[in-house]
């Protein structure tokens, strides 16, 4: 059966497989990602079922293993790296910024270099310093890289098939707090561009703009302010770079308010660049200034208080009362 309703880990889990199977030029890299299957399980069974070949545990380096891959991308392959937390990319953000996101422009486009990085990211599961980060905004402003994030278990799948299939080195962000959450998966379905955003919730009151961990957290506010009688549209950017800013202009010429959520602190992080590009774009449509939700601009606090540091539920409900109260 085509339709599977599968937790987000095993949605990726299920398209690496996929990609295993499709191309034998695919390849799964990463610290523990074979025997252990992952930190938190999301390889589990394909070194078991590929091979040591195929599916390869690397010394804990992150730039050696970027490097290698980039390497390999070079000898025609597809590696998909796995950094193990969020936080661990930094040692391979000088193979991924000088070297994996420039090697097309620098060869006049003769060179590809089809790379996936996937990184777990975001807060919400109690981890300790350096499991929690949210770098997204670092990569997307680096020409070259394509940044993705899906928020469900149907678009971890398909975008993770799209990321490996593309010429251009892919980072792959996955909402860790969101991988034992449920959804369906369709496999024979035609999915969405990559890069496309969608509108999850149709509203006409103001517009809610998310991506990864904070689509769900933004769902669950517009079902809350629909009990008070508001009317919340909600767009699931998915796709970090390049943003598909068509779709969030038409949602907020209807609206007319925009609400940026994201885990990521709020100072030069990508709700600016949307904040700044929909009021260029939409200046004599808005009823309100474009309003920003996320992180504060301080390192990512012990597990203890990190709720009050995340976005919630009150943070957004907050910000909507704030736009329409103008």
């Not at 980039?70 to 597809?78: N, P, V």
């Not at 469900?152 to 398909?158: F, G, L, R, V």
């Not at 490996?164 to 034992?180: A, G």
């Not at 955003?197 to 961990?213: F, N």
Request: charged share 25%; with cysteine.
């Amino acid at each position: 059966m085509a339709v599977k309703k599968l937790p987000v880990a095993k949605a990726i889990n299920e398209s690496l497989r996929t990609a295993l199977e499709a191309d034998p030029k695919v390849l799964v890299m990463g610290e523990d990602v074979g025997k252990l299957g992952g930190v938190f399980r999301v390889t589990d069974g394909l070194q078991k079922d590929f091979g040591e070949d195929r599916v390869i545990d690397t010394p804990l380096a992150e730039s050696g293993i970027v490097g290698t891959a980039i390497g390999l991308a070079l000898r025609g392959y597809r590696p998909v790296v796995e950094i193990q937390f969020d936080g661990f990319v930094f040692p391979a953000y000088d193979q991924i910024v000088t070297q994996l996101a420039k090697m097309h422009a620098r060869s006049l486009g003769k060179v590809k270099v089809p790379v996936v990085i996937r990184i777990p990211y975001g807060g919400g599961i109690g981890a300790v310093e350096h499991h929690s980060e949210s770098p997204e905004a670092l990569f997307a402003h680096v020409a070259g890289l394509k940044v993705v994030s899906p928020s469900n278990s149907s678009d971890a799948y398909w975008m993770l098939q799209q990321a490996i299939q593309s010429d251009d080195p892919v980072i792959y962000f996955e909402p860790k707090r969101r991988y034992w959450e449920k959804g369906e998966v369709n496999t024979e379905s035609i999915p969405e561009p990559l890069h496309g955003a969608s509108v999850v919730r149709e509203g006409t009151d103001a517009t809610l703009v998310a991506y990864g961990p904070m689509v769900r957290t933004c769902l669950e506010a517009a079902a809350a302010a629909a009990e008070e009688g508001k009317s919340l549209e909600v767009v699931d950017l998915r796709s970090v770079s390049p943003i598909d800013f068509d779709t969030v202009q038409a949602s907020v010429e209807k609206t007319g308010r925009l609400i940026v959520v994201h885990e990521a602190p709020v100072f030069f992080g990508s709700g600016a660049e949307i904040a700044a590009r929909v009021t260029e774009r939409c200046f004599y449509h808005l009823e309100a200034p474009v309003l920003r939700v996320g992180g504060f601009h301080s390192p990512y606090p012990p597990a203890r208080v990190e709720e009050d540091y995340l976005p919630g539920l009150d943070r957004v409900l907050d910000a909507v009362d704030r736009s329409l109260a103008y």
